[in-house]
């Protein structure tokens, strides 16, 4: 076991630094090698190098977190941004109804059911969680 631990003692000496999110430089580190490994293909779950992408993600999302949290918003507010940053008009969402229903979801006359939220997520390429409040 001593020899083992010996072994892992040195290995452990020039992986964790590769590991390692304390500051906004490790940070950015840490994104490049992301990068990196999805240029690389370790995306794909039988690459050698995944379950490093999938440690590494985790860490960025800890660091994010804890350091960079996101503003509590409502589904409706990000419908709003959005919108807003897609350049979409309300009539071009029908898969979230007509425009009258639009127009009532964003002032606040209405609130989004779970159709709806299925719809915005397909359309957007984001999780339902962001349409759900709690």
Do not use: C
Request: glycine share 6%; aromatic share 4%.
């Amino acid at each position: 076991m001593i020899v083992l631990a010996d072994h892992l003692e040195g290995l452990w000496s020039r992986v964790e630094p590769l590991l390692s999110i304390r500051d906004e430089a490790e940070y950015d580190a840490a994104v490049e090698r992301v990068e990196t490994l999805i240029e690389r293909g370790a995306e794909q779950p039988d690459h050698p190098l995944h379950g490093l992408l999938d440690l590494l993600t985790a860490l960025l999302q800890r660091y994010d977190e804890r350091h960079h949290p996101l503003p509590e918003v409502s589904g409706i507010e990000m419908l709003r941004y959005l919108m807003e940053s897609h350049g979409l008009t309300q009539s071009q969402l029908p898969e979230v109804g007509p425009q009258s229903v639009i127009s009532e979801l964003l002032r606040g006359k209405r609130t989004l059911n779970l159709r709806q939220v299925a719809a915005l997520r397909k359309r957007f390429g984001v999780s339902a969680d962001l349409f759900l409040d709690d």
